[in-house]
């Protein structure tokens, strides 16, 4: 057992660095250069250029400026080429930005797929099955900033409100009450936008593994004993279709980072994706890689604990 | 969430099972009446894609690139100005049939055209993304236990598969455009570097049961050639699911060309495609609205088609559903 | 059954739970119209964040914009884009000029060179006023004793270059002439008393020596000795009682000290070259800077425009203060880069910074104690949007006061009863450049054709909705420099291919031009994300493939466009714009020859001796008038070369809200409110510090 944990975790440790390199690389042998540098400024000469060069280690081989990163990184002296400042806060602070954005939908999606899904299961082939299944296709299919467009568009004209940024302007002075729930609504509609997708696909995934279990000879088994088809259906079927879900949870942390760029920028979400998207623009190489690397980790610890959650959920799993 | 999401979900879904395909399989997929409805859709897409790229770009019927600016935003089945512009640069049938652009040029021509550029790169990405994830999931499925040194196979490329899932995928094809110089190309290349690690997945998972089935253990003990083996033998077997997740990937691919587009990395004119009309047309949304909501409704009933193709394709393919249904 | 229940439960009242907090939002009209704070803060939209708020270390336009808030400069542009004080009231140019003494040549009669001989004869012959025009010009001559100096020189880093030479030299006797205004040609006026040879073939080897051997070579002897030099000089007189927002008071001291800071090479200051030319600054008391030029450049003192930093916040002991906690790593390469203060600034401005959120806003509040009195508003914030269409959402619902609309959306307002509009020229062009390099493009007349082949008023009226003017040449328009008679290129695509048939183009069977078996073709790029460069490069494609010219179309994102095609001159032709700096004619960088290798900004590698020569004279004259006519020749030249096709000067237009006005107050502090309207720089934020937004519609 912990042998195999042990093993688990020092292949991630080597992944993580082969992912890193990788990064590096695409990140530095592509063209381009920071902003900082951009030699369209008319105001400065070449020398300047030279000097800034320098600072950055841009002109060092690939490998010193891979070792660089890692060791400014492991120091904490990280520092984006854009403003100087370090790297870490930077993204900590986007990180709690985007967090309840993220955790939010997580929760529609996951709150809404399941029973939608379920109830599409049971009364399958019913009017309620087949708009659910055309619904969930419609709105995978709709391209997210189109939506999101038709959305606000929707909710300013109508609603005469508004949905952009983390909250309304200039709310310093009103009561916490009123900032709460200001904030909660700025929240919902990009959540609830961003939930769609998810949506859609999570509860067509949730009624085919519903549908799998239900045709299994235990449900029929305890159908033919006269549990009542609530019993049936969300006791014994429901526990074993959800096992493959646990494995979903790792690769939803991700999302987290690069998912979110489309809605980020639309609804103004000083969020990770943003970040991200900008450091791309500018060729902020460190807040790139950085970004990079943490998406990594975090898919990677994702992965991990949904192994060892597998490993306790299925009996049938056995470590060699 | 993004638009790239399906790929890793629909990675996931298709499960279906190979032992009755053959006889039953097109009254299945006909008898799921959404999935007919979008397989029709598709042929009518198909022919569209085709007509557009004739009409348009060999016999040119309708002009994508004349600019008439005295005939800027002109709306859906309005008349051309034939006053003020030349008789030469006059639509066909002397109107615009889905209104005119911020440079006057012909919409309904340029959706013609980007028909065929959106359903190329939609191909042409998946096309790369299934060739890849077959051939290292068959490779890692077929000679798993083989030794290089101190790893063996399986483990060499499902190290490298877990590698290419550590990136963001979105995040990944965005620095990917930003940082190359853009051309269709590359944007294909991108989206289908970049999606073949479901497939590669599932075909290994597939490639791992079928190895173990008497067909193919009887051919290994004729002497059957490995190669043979793997392609020939055990490949057609693995392809149902493949077919079914590639049809949902086109899918995605077009939609991850628009969200390109939105967010100005998207394929370059000249080439017109629905992605970067839709986010030129966002632009004019209060003086225009017809150069979003075209593209856009283009999208989503494209995208929907394959979606529910592959839906049927998955259905029809896998008989453990079908008993159920009947 | 239980969970069955949940399940029905949590998705319900999570969507009601969201859903009902609509009913706690302010709509719009709550924020705008009943809001009478709202009235004193102004809200503005820009799509980037800034970058670094200190005005020595910012290159971006958001950065600039807040840090024009928040500092103030020595000078500022006036409303006719002439100088005018800020944190100096005066300022007096003048020139000191040294010539060295050569007792190796004779003067034009055979007498020997001497110190007081020559002294001598040049004050005679000012006396004697006539054609030298050294009277009212020489003040006074010195006789300066033969001394050495010891000096580190640094060089660009470049192959097999020492970084830095130490070296001695050894100035022989000179004269010192203190003039009463600038004047290039001074040396020249002298001629005929030194003599014609006098300024020729000085021997400077003799005089310097580099202690490594060999290390003269790399040396660049004339600016190290110069036998006759010319120094500007420029003498400030200060403000007295301006303050920081701090309360310590501006003193010439931080002056010399935000000078220091731009020089530091540890602090990477883009405006290093804008200071390169200053030679020494003296403070010859807390109110007067005195500032020696090492060489004739007139666009120097526009740098002064810049904002003054606060000494005693940046000092070496105030960053050292703030590096307590930090690594030994760290400490060592902690500059004013990273100091606490380019994110909270302080200056002297109008505004005082308050809160900078990334990504989300910049938050000012107005001065109190601003020495041209306080700003009418309040508050100041800049909210960032990256999208342009929620931009024009939050604007039409009042929740932004300004934001950079495009021009279709600028249209739709000149309709809309609500809102005033300004329009001004801008202070940018754009243009199509050919690349002289390419042998395509080496005739004038076929970059002229090229030019003549394209509608660009119809490009103004359809593209612009009329908001923009035609160009000929790279001055801005509304400075004198720009020569009107000057007429832009006709659209004639007949004449065209005439003057391309000229140039030996012929049209073949596929009514394409060839000549000598290749045809007309080449590419046009233009970097993303710019709507208008991107339709631009369609037009021109579509108007000269209807004259027969083939070209192929692409645009790179900004920095794949300036590194592998524009640096490297690897382009055939590209769509720009440049943005032209209203205060000083100097288009050395854009235009001169010695510029157009890699990564220069004379890409395009245009190459004109006549247009080298006036461009050199441009900057370092100092006279306004002979600047103006030096100026109209060379706009001539490059307009008859066509290096670039000129084709327009977009106009600005802002589209505010009717409330917000001008309010000026008389002496008995009566408000009287005034229409708000542009200034010749194109800037309707000229008296930003007097707008105000009114709760009700002024009829004017």
Not at chain 1, 3 to 25: D, M
Not at chain 1, 212 to 228: H, S, W
Not at chain 2, 46 to 60: D, F, H, M, R, S
Request: net charge neutral; proline share 7%; hydrophobic share 45%.
């Amino acid at each position: 057992m912990w042998a195999y944990i042990l093993r688990n975790v020092w292949q991630r440790l080597i992944l993580l660095v082969f992912v890193s390199i990788l990064a590096h690389s695409v990140v530095h042998l592509a063209p381009g250069e920071p902003s900082e540098v951009d030699p369209s400024n008319p105001r400065m000469k070449p020398e300047d250029i030279a000097r800034i060069r320098a600072a950055f280690h841009l002109d060092d081989p690939l490998y010193l400026q891979y070792i660089y990163w890692l060791r400014d990184l492991a120091s904490g002296d990280l520092k984006s080429f854009k403003d100087s400042q370090p790297v870490l806060p930077k993204i900590g602070q986007r990180l709690l930005n985007s967090l309840p954005l993220f955790l939010l939908t997580t929760l529609i999606v996951w709150g809404l797929s399941f029973p939608t899904g379920i109830h599409a299961a049971v009364h399958r082939d019913s009017p309620f099955d087949r708009s659910m299944t055309f619904l969930s296709y419609t709105l995978i299919s709709i391209p997210g900033f189109f939506l999101s467009y038709l959305v606000i568009l929707g909710v300013v004209d109508t609603l005469d409100v508004p949905v952009i940024g983390m909250s309304t302007f200039g709310m310093d002075e009103a009561v916490p009450v009123f900032q709460w729930m200001d904030r909660l609504w700025h929240l919902a509609i990009p959540a609830l936008m961003s939930a769609v997708m998810g949506i859609a696909i999570l509860s067509r995934y949730v009624r085919s593994q519903m549908l799998e279990v239900i045709g299994q000879d235990y449900v029929r088994t305890a159908r033919a004993k006269g549990l009542p088809e609530d019993v049936v259906i969300y006791r014994h079927a429901l526990r074993n279709a959800l096992l493959p879900f646990v494995t979903m949870f790792g690769f939803l942390v991700p999302g987290l980072i690069g998912g979110s760029v489309i809605f980020e920028q639309i609804f103004a979400w000083p969020g990770l994706g943003r970040l991200g998207y900008e450091a791309i623009l500018a060729r902020d190489f460190p807040v790139i890689l950085t970004l990079n690397f943490i998406a990594a980790v975090l898919t990677l610890i994702g992965t991990f604990v949904a192994d060892i959650l597998y490993l306790f959920a299925d009996p049938r799993i056995q470590i060699e | 969430m993004s638009a790239a999401q399906p790929q890793t979900m629909a990675g996931e879904a298709p499960e279906p099972d190979l032992a009755g395909e053959a006889p039953a399989f097109w009254p299945t997929f006909w008898k799921n009446r959404m999935a007919a409805a979008g397989a029709v859709v598709l042929v009518i897409l198909l022919g569209l894609a085709i007509a557009g790229k004739v009409l348009t770009e060999w016999w040119i019927v309708f002009d994508t690139e004349t600019i008439r600016l005295p005939d800027k935003f002109k709306p859906p089945f309005s008349e051309a100005a034939l006053g003020v512009i030349s008789a030469p640069d006059a639509p066909v049938f002397g109107r615009y049939l889905l209104g005119t652009d911020e440079l006057g040029r012909d919409v309904f021509a340029r959706m013609l055209q980007g028909s065929f550029v959106s359903l190329s790169i939609g191909f042409v990405a998946v096309g790369i993304s299934v060739l890849i994830g077959t051939a290292l999931g068959a490779l890692a499925g077929f000679y798993g236990n083989l030794r290089l040194g101190i790893i063996t196979v399986d483990t060499l490329i499902m190290r490298f598969t877990d590698t290419m899932m550590c990136f963001p995928t979105f995040f990944l094809i965005l620095t990917v455009v930003a940082l190359l110089p853009p051309s269709i190309y590359n944007i294909m290349i991108v989206i289908g570097l970049t999606s073949w690690t479901g497939t590669a997945r599932f075909v290994r998972a597939e490639f791992l049961s079928l190895r173990e089935r008497d067909f193919v253990v009887a051919a290994q003990a004729l002497g059957v050639p490995e190669i043979r083996i793997m392609f020939r033998h055990m490949l057609p077997s693995a392809m149902a699911p493949v077919l079914v997740s590639a049809t949902i990937d086109v899918a995605s691919a077009i939609l991850t060309e628009s969200a390109l587009s939105f967010l100005g990395f998207g394929v370059q004119p000249p080439y017109a495609t629905w992605g970067n009309i839709l986010a030129d047309g966002k632009d004019f949304i209060f003086d225009a609205p017809w150069l979003f909501f075209t593209p856009g409704f283009a999208i989503l009933i494209v995208v929907l088609a394959f979606n529910l193709v592959g839906e049927g394709l998955r259905e029809a393919l896998n008989p453990g559903l079908r008993e159920r249904r009947t | 059954m239980a969970l069955r229940r949940w399940f029905l439960v949590v998705p319900a009242v999570l969507l009601v739970a969201l859903l009902q907090a609509y009913f706690w939002v302010p709509t719009y009209d709550q924020q705008s119209a009943g809001n009478p704070k709202r009235l004193l803060k102004y809200i503005e939209a820009s799509a980037a964040d800034a970058k670094i708020l200190n005005p020595i270390l910012n290159a971006d336009t958001v950065s600039s914009g807040i840090t024009d808030y928040v500092f103030e400069g020595l000078l500022g542009a006036d409303q006719d884009l002439r100088l005018r004080g800020r944190l100096a009231t005066d300022w007096a140019i003048t020139e000191q000029a040294y010539l060295i003494v050569r007792p190796d040549k004779r003067l034009p009669d055979g007498t020997p060179v001497s110190a007081a001989e020559l002294k001598k004869r040049i004050l005679d012959a000012r006396d004697r006023g006539g054609r030298s025009g050294l009277k009212g010009l020489l003040l006074a001559i010195d006789v300066l004793h033969p001394e050495t100096r010891a000096e580190t020189v640094v060089t660009p880093p470049a192959e097999g270059k020492p970084a830095e030479i130490r070296v001695k030299v050894r100035v022989p006797e000179r004269l010192r002439f203190s003039l009463s205004r600038v004047d290039q040609d001074f040396f020249s006026r002298l001629e005929p008393i030194l003599g014609s040879g006098y300024l020729d073939g000085f021997p400077y080897e003799r005089h310097v020596d580099a202690e490594e051997p060999g290390a003269r070579a790399h040396l660049h002897l004339v600016e190290l000795l110069p036998l006759a030099e010319h120094n500007p000089v420029i003498l400030f007189q200060l403000r007295r009682g301006v303050r920081f927002h701090d309360g310590t008071e501006v003193t010439a001291r931080d002056v010399k000290f935000t000078y220091d800071a731009i020089m530091n090479p540890k602090n990477l200051s883009p405006r290093v070259s804008d200071f390169e030319p200053i030679k020494s600054i003296e403070i010859p008391d807390p109110h007067s800077v005195k500032i020696t030029y090492k060489r004739l450049h007139s666009p120097a003192i526009n740098a002064w425009t810049m904002g003054i930093l606060p000494q005693h916040l940046l000092s070496e002991e105030a960053l050292n203060a703030e590096t307590e906690n930090l690594s030994a790593a760290a400490r060592a390469a902690f500059g004013m880069r990273e100091a606490r203060f380019n994110r909270h600034p302080i200056g002297s401005g109008p505004f005082k910074f308050v809160e900078w959120r990334d990504v989300e806003f910049i938050h000012l509040e107005r001065n109190d104690d601003y020495w041209e009195g306080r700003p009418e508003l309040e508050d100041y914030y800049l909210r960032i949007i990256p999208d342009p269409l929620t931009q024009e959402v939050e604007f039409r619902t009042g929740a932004v006061d300004y934001y950079g609309a495009m021009p279709h959306q600028v249209a739709r307002y000149l309709k809309d009863d609500s809102y005033q509009s300004f329009s001004s020229l801008a202070l940018s062009y754009s243009y199509i450049g050919y690349n002289l390099r390419k042998p395509l493009f080496a005739d004038p007349r076929v970059r002229r054709a090229l030019g003549m082949a394209i509608d660009v008023d119809d490009i103004i009226r359809y593209l612009l909705y009329g908001e923009g003017e035609r160009t000929t040449g790279p001055f801005p328009k509304e400075t004198p420099w720009y020569d009107p008679a000057v007429r832009p290129l006709p659209y004639d695509p007949a004449a065209a291919v005439r003057l391309l048939e000229e140039a030996g183009w012929r049209k073949n069977k596929e009514g394409l031009l060839e000549k000598d078996g290749t045809i007309f073709e080449f590419n046009l790029i233009t970097n993303s994300g710019n709507p208008a460069r991107k339709n631009i490069i369609t037009i021109a494609q579509n108007a000269w493939k209807r004259i027969g010219i083939e070209c192929n179309t692409q645009y790179f994102e900004w920095a794949v466009f300036l590194e592998d095609f524009v640096d490297k001159g690897a382009f055939d032709a590209v769509v720009l714009g440049w943005t032209t700096p209203p205060l000083d004619p100097d288009l050395y960088q854009i235009f001169h020859s010695s510029q157009s290798g890699p990564k220069q900004l004379n890409f395009v590698a245009y190459n004109n001796p006549e247009a080298d020569r006036l461009i050199i004279r441009i900057r370092q004259e100092y006279d306004p008038e002979r600047q103006r006519a030096l100026a109209h020749r060379l706009h001539r030249i490059i307009y008859e070369d066509q290096p670039y096709n000129f084709l327009y000067t977009p106009r600005t237009t802002r589209v505010l809200d009717k409330k917000i006005v001008i309010v000026e107050r008389d002496a008995k502090d009566q408000e009287r409110y005034v229409k708000i309207y542009p200034t010749k720089g194109g800037t309707i934020s000229y008296y930003f510090n007097k707008w105000r937004k009114l709760a009700f519609t002024p009829e004017f």
